[in-house]
């Protein structure tokens, strides 16, 4: 009996799963599922989808005010002063920098591309073979280029395309501020966002897709369909994606109410915590001083790409996952990508130099960490050093190219140290009332006497107002009770 009530205990979940799947596919064949997968099916869910999220976005207001005028005034006289130092700080973000040094590169190539195509370079390169081998020079060094920038680009358009997908109040908030004009809200916004950063994804894919076929195959042996094809949905999508940008309702006017932006503005001036800044604020330690903290100083030089966008979200300054990718692909991906190139360009002293090229922006990747400590510095109000050519911007970015692990570290124990919120240092809170009481008293050693009064006062009002209570005959005991514990307080803290 035994066996036969385990032989059937062991089989009752077989039959249990045995039935439930029998009775799932019963109920697919008697169920209309099949109207499902007609091609209007995919309309109706997309409507819906869309529906979803509009309801969701119409009661997140854009906090920013979207009323912002165009800086610049339109006058007959140009200040060029004015004009002069708006560049000046526009060419101080190093991805601007690169911006320029790409167009120059992109525009030289190019031009010698078409030059070749048009054929007014005959006479200097008479042979067809040469020729057809500095057409595929030129086309090697266009695929690193505009692989490089889709490699760049594609972190920030990963990182949209999720908070599209999530779709939470802030993460509309933030999307607004990068796709809607002004910032301010728009009618059937997820959708016109969702159009142009599926555009743009189309841009970066084609683009993989074009690198793989200049890498794989010769000039000789290169599918030409494919290639146009690619060619063109590569120029097609960006373009394409600039103008619904700008002539969709995500790039019109926009007139809000300004009542219900004040009151909730309101709301949250009213909700902040009443904490006190900490107006003056030093670094944590100096360069060199990983040491001090071996935890910080390791997860700086063995993870340094992952603890960097960790200590940049913490601070404020953006999503941790495009931080990261970000920077490493600053620091590695010229350096494969200008390899891989160079290896299949067949010119030798041409084919030197692009490598050499690759590996120069790869060590410039670090400038991007110095470019974040300056606007840490800034923000904070943080001390900066004169080393390098005794500028603190310089050398910002001088620490980072040339001791960028003691960089990190510092950045690190220096955000450990306080609490940030909305841009700024707050000390750390501790943990009971009693810690929070001394953080306000001022040090023993450097007022004895403030101490001591303020006790004395305490312990006379203290008694004042118990001694209501108590019998005048019991007066004296009452107070040398009371007294004790005060004596004994200040005669710690002398």
């Given at each position: 009996?035994?066996?036969?009530?385990?032989?059937?205990?062991?089989?009752?979940?077989?039959?249990?799963?045995?039935?439930?799947?029998?009775?799932?596919?019963?109920?697919?064949?008697?169920?209309?599922?099949?109207?499902?997968?007609?091609p209007?099916?995919?309309?109706?869910?997309?409507?819906?989808?869309?529906?979803?999220?509009?309801?969701?976005?119409?009661?997140v207001?854009?906090?920013d005010?979207?009323?912002?005028?165009?800086?610049?005034?339109?006058?007959?006289?140009?200040?060029?002063?004015?004009?002069?130092?708006?560049?000046?700080?526009?060419?101080?973000?190093?991805?601007?920098?690169?911006?320029?040094?790409?167009?120059?590169?992109?525009?030289?190539?190019?031009?010698?591309?078409?030059?070749?195509l048009?054929?007014?370079?005959d006479?200097?390169?008479?042979?067809?073979?040469?020729?057809?081998?500095?057409?595929?020079?030129?086309?090697?060094?266009?695929?690193?280029?505009?692989?490089?920038?889709?490699?760049?680009?594609?972190?920030?358009?990963?990182?949209?395309?999720?908070?599209?997908?999530?779709?939470?109040?802030?993460?509309?908030?933030?999307?607004?501020?990068?796709?809607?004009?002004?910032?301010?809200?728009r009618?059937?916004?997820?959708?016109?966002?969702?159009?142009v950063?599926?555009?743009l994804?189309?841009?970066?894919?084609?683009?993989?897709?074009?690198?793989?076929?200049?890498?794989?195959?010769?000039?000789?042996?290169?599918?030409?369909?494919?290639?146009n094809?690619?060619?063109?949905?590569?120029?097609?999508?960006?373009?394409f994606?600039?103008a619904?940008?700008?002539y969709?309702?995500?790039?019109?006017?926009?007139?809000?109410?300004?009542?219900?932006?004040?009151?909730?503005?309101?709301?949250?001036?009213?909700?902040?915590?009443?904490?006190?800044?900490?107006?003056q604020?030093?670094?944590?330690?100096?360069?060199?001083?990983?040491?001090?903290?071996?935890?910080?100083?390791?997860?700086?030089?063995?993870?340094?790409?992952?603890?960097?966008?960790?200590?940049?979200?913490?601070?404020?300054?953006?999503?941790?996952?495009?931080?990261?990718?970000?920077?490493?692909?600053?620091?590695?991906?010229?350096?494969?990508?200008?390899?891989v190139?160079?290896?299949?360009?067949?010119?030798?002293?041409?084919?030197?130099?692009?490598?050499?090229?690759?590996?120069?922006?790869?060590?410039?990747?670090?400038?991007?960490?110095?470019?974040?400590?300056?606007r840490?510095?800034?923000?904070?109000?943080?001390?900066?050093?004169?080393?390098?050519?005794?500028?603190?911007?310089?050398?910002?970015?001088?620490?980072?190219?040339?001791?960028?692990?003691?960089?990190?570290?510092?950045?690190?124990?220096?955000?450990?140290?306080?609490?940030?919120?909305?841009?700024?240092?707050y000390?750390?809170?501790?943990?009971?009332?009693?810690?929070?009481?001394?953080?306000?008293?001022p040090?023993?050693?450097?007022?004895?006497?403030?101490v001591?009064?303020?006790?004395e006062?305490?312990?006379?009002?203290?008694?004042?107002?118990?001694?209501?209570?108590?019998?005048q005959?019991?007066?004296?005991?009452?107070?040398?009770?009371?007294?004790?514990?005060?004596?004994?307080q200040?005669?710690?803290?002398?």
């Open positions: 009996m035994t066996e036969e009530m385990e032989i059937h205990i062991q089989s009752e979940p077989l039959r249990s799963y045995r039935n439930g799947l029998l009775n799932f596919f019963k109920a697919c064949h008697c169920r209309d599922w099949r109207r499902k997968l007609v209007g099916s995919a309309s109706t869910v997309l409507r819906q989808t869309v529906d979803e999220r509009e309801e969701i976005s119409l009661p207001s854009s906090l005010d979207p009323r912002r005028s165009f800086p610049v005034n339109f006058i007959k006289k140009i200040d060029f002063d004015s004009l002069i130092q708006l560049c000046g700080e526009w060419i101080k973000h190093p991805m601007n920098i690169a911006l320029i040094l790409w167009s120059m590169c992109v525009a030289v190539s190019s031009s010698m591309q078409g030059l070749l048009l054929g007014l370079l006479e200097e390169l008479p042979e067809k073979s040469s020729r057809n081998r500095w057409m595929e020079i030129n086309n090697q060094v266009l695929n690193a280029l505009f692989t490089l920038m889709s490699l760049y680009q594609h972190p920030s358009l990963f990182h949209h395309l999720v908070l599209l997908c999530r779709w939470r109040s802030q993460d509309i908030v933030d999307l607004r501020k990068i796709y809607c004009k002004n910032g301010a809200r009618s059937w916004e997820w959708a016109h966002m969702m159009v950063v599926l555009l994804h189309i841009t970066c894919f084609s683009q993989y897709i074009l690198c793989g076929l200049y890498w794989g195959y010769t000039i000789a042996t290169r599918p030409e369909f494919s290639e094809f690619f060619n063109a949905a590569g120029f097609v999508a960006p373009v994606a600039g619904y940008a700008m969709s309702p995500l790039g019109r006017e926009y007139h809000f109410n300004s009542k219900e932006e004040e009151c909730e503005s309101e709301d949250l001036d009213l909700n902040k915590h009443d904490r006190v800044s900490v107006s604020p030093e670094w944590k330690g100096g360069l060199f001083d990983c040491f001090h903290d071996s935890s910080v100083g390791s997860l700086s030089f063995f993870c340094s790409f992952c603890v960097y966008g960790w200590n940049l979200e913490r601070l404020g300054f953006g999503n941790m996952y495009v931080h990261s990718a970000m920077f490493f692909l600053l620091c590695f991906a010229p350096l494969w990508i200008f390899g190139s160079a290896f299949h360009i067949s010119d030798g002293v041409i084919s030197k130099g692009v490598a050499i090229a690759g590996f120069a922006l790869s060590l410039c990747g670090l400038l991007y960490g110095g470019f974040w400590r300056l840490m510095r800034r923000r904070f109000n943080l001390a900066g050093g004169k080393l390098c050519c005794g500028s603190e911007t310089a050398t910002d970015y001088f620490q980072w190219l040339f001791c960028c692990a003691c960089s990190l570290a510092q950045e690190i124990r220096t955000g450990n140290f306080y609490d940030v919120e909305d841009g700024r240092f000390m750390k809170s501790l943990g009971g009332e009693e810690d929070r009481n001394l953080l306000g008293c040090v023993p050693r450097e007022n004895r006497g403030g001591i009064l303020e006790m006062q305490a312990s006379m009002s203290s008694i004042t107002s118990k001694g209501s209570a108590v019998e005959d019991n007066c004296g005991e009452v107070s040398a009770e009371m007294w004790k514990p005060h004596f004994q200040m005669t710690e803290v002398v």
